[in-house]
């Protein structure tokens, strides 16, 4: 038995010894400052002085009640989301679908429309920016369209609708590649079994390629969703939430409270609110998408 006891021990310590390092540094990174947020977001704190004063539900009262800037961040957050969901989504399909033909330049045209997500948002946000104040008064100058004279970043509509295509523009190219690994994994015979009993175009797509690419879906949908719940560098960097409040997501409403007003606690509370509906979002969605899943 004693042999049988010592293999037991040294297995639970060579266990430990690989896991203990990541389970210290989970602690350390994510459930420690967690339980401080927690704490935190229950106080009036400036982030600074060692003054912390304890305000129980005060916070939460506030931003239900009175604060109507965080209601108006959510919903714009949401309806950005919405919009950006769909029409990246629905991009990358097209794009995939296009891309896995038999093209010569399919690999050119894959890293070029790949490119622009390796490089930071924050870098995209400043040269987008660029471009849509010096380069497009150049372009009026050249062409004479007005279209180029529009306010694209201080007219209210015309921001959201940059923010939202500059955004797309970027991460479009990633979600291609994930819709195109799915189109590959689908079995080539399938599909010709589909064009033997007649079934091509639209009606080949919803019923036989959509429903296989769900997996595929069900990851990118994931993803864009928590992206675009979460946008922060190409709001900060374009339009600084204006004009006015128009683009001022929930994360950028979260920044501005704890760096610009000095409301750490109440920012830390507006913080935990939104990660439960992150948390909700997401989960109803992979549910939802998981159960469409089919097999081939």
């Not at 296009?98 to 330049?105: G, P, V």
């Amino acid at each position: 038995m004693k042999p049988a006891v010592s293999n037991s021990w040294k297995k639970s310590a060579e266990f430990l010894c690989f896991v203990a390092p990541a389970v210290i540094l989970i602690c350390i990174s994510a459930l420690i400052p967690f339980v401080m947020s927690l704490y935190y977001s229950f106080t009036r704190w400036n982030g600074i002085g060692k003054e912390v004063a304890f305000v129980g539900f005060r916070n939460f009262v506030e931003i239900f009640t009175e604060d109507s800037s965080a209601l108006q961040s959510m919903l714009f957050t949401f309806k950005f989301s919405l919009w950006n969901v769909v029409l990246t989504n629905v991009l990358a399909i097209l794009l995939a679908l296009a891309l896995t033909k038999a093209l010569r330049s399919a690999n050119v045209l894959r890293a070029v429309f790949f490119l622009p997500n390796i490089v930071s948002l924050v870098i995209i946000g400043f040269v987008w920016k660029f471009i849509f104040s010096k380069v497009f008064e150049s372009l009026h100058q050249w062409t004479g369209f007005h279209v180029f004279q529009w306010s694209w970043l201080g007219d209210v509509d015309l921001a959201f609708v940059s923010v939202l295509f500059v955004n797309v523009w970027q991460s479009v190219g990633f979600f291609m590649m994930i819709y195109i690994t799915g189109l590959q994994a689908i079995p080539q015979d399938l599909l010709e079994a589909a064009d033997v009993d007649g079934v091509g175009g639209f009606a080949k797509f919803f019923r036989v390629t959509l429903p296989l690419l769900m997996p595929s879906l069900t990851v990118a949908v994931f993803l864009s969703i928590a992206n675009s719940l979460k946008i922060f560098d190409v709001i900060y960097t374009l339009t600084y939430g204006g004009p006015g409040d128009a683009t001022r997501s929930i994360t950028m409403d979260i920044y501005t409270e704890a760096f610009v007003n000095n409301r750490f606690g109440y920012a830390t509370a507006k913080s935990l609110i939104f990660v439960l509906i992150v948390l909700l979002i997401t989960v109803v969605q992979v549910k939802f998408f998981k159960s469409r899943e089919v097999e081939a």
